[in-house]
């Protein structure tokens, strides 16, 4: 059966709400072959300049994609480095 997404609330930023979706996988003659179930969320995820937005609304994402390994130095930051 088909459903509309937009019936489902989106989830806010920081505390999802789960849904259960259960996929069924039919032969020609109506006989089910596999059945498969995992929790679902919805959101909407978009960027603004600057900003990182989840259901319109802006997140603050921290530490990510942060390398602190210098080719020479080792483990350090250096400024230079980092702006290049």
Do not use: W
């Not at 603004?48 to 020479?72: F, I, S």
Request: with cysteine; net charge neutral; charged share 20%.
């Amino acid at each position: 059966a088909d459903c509309n997404l937009m019936e489902f609330p989106f989830f806010p930023e920081y505390q999802p709400n789960l849904y259960v979706l259960v996929i069924i996988l039919k032969d020609a003659s109506g006989s089910i072959i596999e059945c498969e179930s995992c929790q679902v969320g919805i959101r909407q995820i978009s960027q603004a300049p600057k900003q990182l937005l989840v259901n319109g609304n802006a997140v603050m994402v921290r530490g990510v994609n942060r390398h602190e390994h210098h080719p020479r130095l080792g483990k350090t930051n250096v400024e230079a480095c980092m702006v290049k």
